[in-house]
């Protein structure tokens, strides 16, 4: 972090899925931020992530979140499809950032704003992390929503990740809009 600089921390969450959009988010933290939990989400228990996206929610400077649609996905492919749902949530912001941090090793300069990509950002840098959190929270939301239109897939479990229960219900049920036709859905047995 930058002193004296507004800093975005951005991450995506759903990359690795067969259905459901990808979200990201982007946070800007206050310089006196504290919090001992705030990690990587992909460490945390669901509730420990609830209840720090309560937290980031109250405390930090501002916060947005955004997404791609799976045609959207097909369309850019997965990676840039996660960066333009990034863009979306800093153009979101209530606050326009001087620089962003992001998650991963890839980005597209956004409105001339420099960044720095950090590998395994969310363990590194806090507003990265709080992007994290966001970012799974929405989106286990919104999959968990989505299981009841579409209850044979198991959503609420599996938020869309390429389960054993997850691939065996598209080879007996098919696709549903949600799904991402450029992905690899079919089902394979471990022989």
Not at 17 to 32: D, E, K, M, Y
Not at 54 to 77: G, L
Not at 144 to 159: D, S, V
Request: hydrophobic share 35%.
């Amino acid at each position: 972090m930058q002193n004296g600089i507004i800093e975005a921390g951005c991450d995506e969450a759903g990359r690795g899925c067969l259905s459901g959009p990808v979200f990201a988010a982007a946070v800007i933290l206050p310089s006196s931020f504290e919090c001992e939990t705030l990690n990587d989400s992909k460490q945390l228990s669901e509730k420990t992530r609830n209840e720090l996206r309560r937290i980031i929610e109250c405390e930090s400077t501002a916060y947005a979140v955004a997404s791609c649609t799976p045609k959207e996905i097909d369309k850019y492919n997965i990676l840039w499809a996660s960066v333009e749902a990034m863009h979306r949530a800093i153009a979101k912001l209530q606050l326009s950032p001087q620089h962003i941090l992001v998650d991963g090793n890839r980005f597209k300069l956004y409105k001339g704003i420099d960044h720095t990509c950090v590998v395994k950002g969310d363990s590194k840098f806090m507003s990265i992390a709080a992007a994290s959190i966001l970012a799974k929270t929405y989106r286990d939301e919104y999959m968990i929503a989505l299981q009841n239109e579409h209850p044979h897939y198991g959503w609420e479990r599996n938020k869309g990740y390429p389960t054993r229960e997850h691939r065996a219900a598209i080879s007996k049920y098919g696709i549903t809009a949600h799904h991402r036709k450029s992905f690899n859905l079919r089902f394979e047995y471990n022989k």
